[in-house]
T-cell receptor
Framework: KNEVEQSPQNLTAQEGEFITINCSYS?????LHWLQQHPGGGIVSLFMLSSGKKKHGRLIATINIQEKHSSLHITASHPRDSAVYICAVRWSGGGADGLTFGKGTHLIIQP | EPEVTQTPSHQVTQMGQEVILRCVPISNHLYFYWYRQILGQKVEFLVS????????KSEIFDDQFSVERPDGSNFTLKIRSTKLEDSAMYFC?????????????FGPGTRLTVL
């Protein structure tokens, strides 16, 4: 079965640190989504990528299609960035599988 | 800013009962989705809906589940005979353009507890 793997599972860092969260997947994709899940459970879409790099404020997402890998970076991290960050992919090849989600990276930014 | 809304926020039901979870997608969006997240587990895709019919569904979405867009604004998920293992957070989402390769906007979720 096709899988999405995220690392690390848990990450604790100090305010101001540069954060990197990784996502790798097993076969070709047509799109990759980065999502943020707040402690209360709500989900916010951060990025949708099919190639290259996207930036929004302090968040940067990159994808390397050949290596089947994506990274989410947070610059100048802040305690309000504490959340679970989830990678989800749309497999290419015409399947009808919706999105496949990773287990998430639980990020805590300490003041 | 437009947002996806869901009601109720929390539903408690007895095993075997029918439940209907309601969602109001963003008004100019064309694609609608249901996902679920069992406590402590990853989010799972259930179903996508476009042009008044199901476009994709997962293995989880069996005959006890159904979706409907009964009017121009609501999008519902019905579970006919709830089981204990249906207890989860259910998220509705919508997107304007092509399914899964456009940004999806998620509702706040409905927590379903089956006793």
């Amino acid at each position: 079965k096709n899988e999405v793997e995220q690392s690390p599972q848990n990450l604790t860092a100090q305010e101001g640190e540069f954060i990197t969260i990784n996502c790798s997947y097993s076969v070709g994709i047509s799109a990759l989504h980065w999502l943020q899940q707040h402690p209360g459970g709500g989900i916010v879409s951060l990025f949708m990528l099919s190639s290259g790099k996207k930036k929004h404020g302090r968040l940067i997402a990159t994808i390397n299609i050949q290596e089947k890998h994506s990274s989410l970076h947070i610059t100048a991290s802040h305690p309000r960035d504490s959340a679970v960050y989830i990678c989800a992919v749309r497999w290419s090849g015409g399947g009808a599988d919706g999105l496949t989600f990773g287990k998430g990276t639980h990020l805590i930014i300490q003041p | 800013e437009p947002e996806v809304t869901q009601t109720p926020s929390h539903q408690v039901t007895q095993m075997g009962q029918e439940v209907i979870l309601r969602c109001v997608p963003i008004s100019n969006h064309l694609y609608f989705y249901w996902y679920r997240q069992i406590l402590g587990q990853k989010v799972e895709f259930l179903v996508s809906f476009y042009n008044n019919e199901i476009s994709e569904k997962s293995e989880i979405f069996d005959d006890q589940f159904s979706v409907e867009r009964p009017d121009g604004s609501n999008f519902t998920l019905k579970i006919r005979s709830t089981k204990l293992e249906d207890s989860a957070m259910y998220f509705c989402a919508s997107s304007r353009d092509y399914s899964f390769t456009d940004t999806q906007y998620f509702g706040p979720g409905t927590r379903l507890t089956v006793l």
